[in-house]
């Protein structure tokens, strides 16, 4: 028997219906997507030719990032509601005074 515990809280989740798997993929949406027309326009068109023209001015690209978390129901509903662990700003108020 497979045991597979919890990446966020360490609780051992022992039946495969509390098992979650959270998969995050990062990657630069320049190499992913596909051109939209919008690329097309002619300062993209410069500054593209102005990158191939001098190949110092490129970047590094970014290596395409996978990552895989086991979860329980617990850590995959607070994922869900929060997936970028934000600070809950519900109980900050700032007043214009
Ligand atoms: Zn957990």
Redesign the pocket.
Known sequence: MIHVT??????M?EEPKNHYRVEIEIFAMEQNSPMVEEDLDQDNLEHIAMLISDPDTIEPLPALTKAKYD??????E?FQRNPLSREADSSVNFSNN
Do not use: E, F
Not at 6 to 11: P, R
């Open positions: 919890c990446d966020l809280c360490g609780q989740i979860l329980c129901p617990k850590c995959t607070r």
